[in-house]
C-alpha cells in the first residue's frame, strides 16, 4: 500500500489534482501495481479525504509552509491548545504506533510542522494504516500524505527528513 501512496504523492502534486478513485486505480494498474495493494490504497485515500473533508485551511500569508485547522463554518480553531497542553495516546494508539512513531510525532509537533489538527489527521490515518506497530517510514508517508491532501508544503528540511531514509546517514 505504501509503495502505491509513494507514487501518487510523487505524480500528483497535491490531492485537489489526484484523479478520481476509478480513473486512479486504473493509472495504477498500468503502471503495474496489484489490485490488492491499489484497492488498500485507494480505500486508505478515501478515508483521507473523509477525515480532510470537514477541515478547512487558513495558511498563513507570511509563512505557506504554515496553516490554521480549522472545522467548516467556525470562526475558532477547531482544536484550540494552549501551549502546556499534552496529547494523551489511548493504549492502543500507543501499541499502533510504537514509541519511534509516538516519539517523531512529538518531535514534528515541537517543531511546528503538524499542528494539534493535522497531528490528529495523522494518528487518525496511521490506526487505519497496516502494520503493529507501524514503522517509522511508513508514518513519515503518512504525515506526507496529510500534508499533501491539505495542500500544505512542509519546510524544505522537514521534507528533507520525511523523504530521507535514516539508513546510510552519517552522525556528526
Not at 504523492?9 to 503502471?31: F, I, T, V
Not at 482544536?79 to 509516538?102: F, I, K
Request: with cysteine; net charge negative; aromatic share 6%.
Amino acid at each position: 500500500m505504501f509503495e502505491v501512496l509513494v507514487f501518487v504523492y510523487e505524480n500528483y502534486w497535491r490531492g485537489d489534482a489526484c484523479p478520481e478513485p476509478e480513473q486512479l486505480g486504473r493509472k495504477l494498474s498500468a503502471h503495474g501495481f496489484e489490485a490488492d495493494e491499489i484497492r488498500e490504497a485507494l480505500h486508505w485515500l478515501d478515508g483521507l479525504s473523509l477525515a480532510t473533508q470537514g477541515m478547512q485551511i487558513e495558511r498563513h500569508p507570511h509563512d505557506a509552509a504554515s496553516a490554521t485547522v480549522m472545522l467548516r463554518g467556525m470562526p475558532e480553531a477547531a482544536l484550540p491548545q494552549s501551549d502546556d497542553a499534552m496529547r494523551v495516546y489511548s493504549q492502543a494508539e500507543q501499541e499502533h504506533l510504537g514509541a519511534e512513531c509516538l516519539g517523531f510525532i512529538r518531535f514534528l509537533e515541537s517543531s511546528n510542522v503538524l499542528s494539534c489538527g493535522l497531528r490528529e489527521i495523522v494518528i487518525e490515518r496511521a490506526m487505519a494504516a497496516p502494520g503493529n506497530p507501524v514503522a517509522i517510514d511508513e508514518l513519515k508517508i503518512i504525515v506526507l500524505m496529510v500534508h499533501w491532501s491539505t495542500g500544505i508544503e512542509p519546510d524544505a528540511l522537514v521534507l528533507d527528513e520525511l523523504c530521507e531514509s535514516r539508513e546510510g546517514r552519517v552522525a556528526h
